[in-house]
């Protein structure tokens, strides 16, 4: 790993000096109550980059009051003008593309060229929102007996909590930020304490765009549990829209319950990549590793198992190795490189037992297959073969750069093996068949897939899960919907 450029290291310091470090709330920048502060850290050094308020639960209830005192004007504002302002964001995350992207890779660890991408598909959402904002339409017509007439409407649902993850920092907030705007609604964002910097610069383009005081409020809090629970259980709060790991999501889920809230809940992922003998290898390759190694292994689409015809196991795992071989492991600023840090120390420790596991159930290692020496959170780019039934990294999400390999004889044990976990967010499939990859469209449980394609992330579509991968859609025509209502009434038949 080579060593930065003082040029560089200028450079992000002045980046990071400029992004706010306090909570956002009612359109104001403030300390946390108590004046705690936590230390963000860049995984690839280890070292702490910039110190940010540690809401407390009263901070998290004024930034409750604040969406709320701000929703009754904003829910009656003209659909065009909240298009409008969502637009300008779009536009100003272009002007900033750079700074965003390089602030996410100091933050997170994703390669900068990856960052540069998370910022098109993040801004997407703006520009997506504040299309489908001046499109909310209703129904009116003739009940069947023919007695009345039938109308429904579709209104804000009121204050929102959106809660993201640390592994698209820029995407998931923009994911949630722009449907619930557009469609009427006010929030509270509460960032993954390790990655609140982008949310923060985020957070300032909004209130440049124009986004009035107390419709976007953010709390940075490392006390996660205490504040999320008092906001999502306050009875003001209507819709809870959460996207991070299934057990967490669980038990919020239970806690809004209280409420009866709306949820949008985007969990964990176990994706199938499933290569029949009848791919084009090539694009099988391509595909496995841009579904594997991107954000290095830590994306809720990743494929984790990849399930591969027998009669080709050997030639595709020969073709994933030498690609692997070939990657550049390093800081995420640094040029060339294809593999950042995992997110802590934590999730080496954590892939590293996953591969143990497998490769102690008889699995073999052709590339990587542990930790690389720091400093900061790296793991080396791994291919394992002949990962057995029974290892656990089948069942868990591995959130880290391993590509399992899993032998399979043919279309119904591909389907069976395919479908076998309790989450269904995305299948991929590889197949020159027309008719067999029909049939797999209709044979995976997953809300998603990819039919000889790598990558389905789209801002113009529905992203979402089956089973416990989740509840709601981001994204496409039905984004706007998590954020609103319906009402239906009836009036007499005007005619009588
Ligand atoms: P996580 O569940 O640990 O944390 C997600 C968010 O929840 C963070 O903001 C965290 O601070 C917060 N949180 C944690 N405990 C909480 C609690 N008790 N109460 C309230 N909030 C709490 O997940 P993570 O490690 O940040 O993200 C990785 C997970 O997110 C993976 O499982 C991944 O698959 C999932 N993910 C899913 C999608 C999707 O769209 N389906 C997208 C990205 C990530």
Redesign the pocket.
Known sequence: MTKESPMNVDHEARLLAKVPDGLFIGGRWRPATDGTRFDVHDPATGKGVKEVADATVADGTAALDAACDAFPVWAAAPARVRAEILRRAFDLVQERAEELALLMTIEMGKPLAEARGEVAYGGEFLRWFSEEAVRVQGRYGPNPAGTGRMVVTHHPVGPCFL??????PLA?VTRKVAPALAAGCTVVI?????TPLTTLAMVQILHEAGVPDGVVNVVTTTR??VV??AIIRDPRLRKLS????????Q??LAQAATGVLRTSM????NAPFVVFDDADLDRAVDGAIAAKFRNIG????AANRIIVHRSIVDEFTHRVTERVGAFRTGRGTEHGVTIGPL?DERAVVRTGELVDDAVGRGATVRAGGGAVDGPGAFFAATVLSDVQPGSAILRE?I?GPVLAIVPFDDEDEAVRIANDTEYG?VSYVYTENLARGQRMVERLETGMMGLNVGVVSDASAP???WKL??LGR?GGTEGIHEYLQTKYTLTPDPFV
Do not use: R
């Not at 809660?163 to 698209?168: A, C, E, R």
């Not at 959460?242 to 999501?249: A, Y």
């Open positions: 809660i993201t993850p640390w592994n698209f998931m509460k960032p993954a304490a390790l996660t549990g999320s629970e959460f996207t991070g790991s299934t057990p967490v999501g038990k919020l985007e969990l964990g992922g830590q994306a809720c689409t997110i999400e959130f967010l992203f979402g899960g991968s989740g981001e």
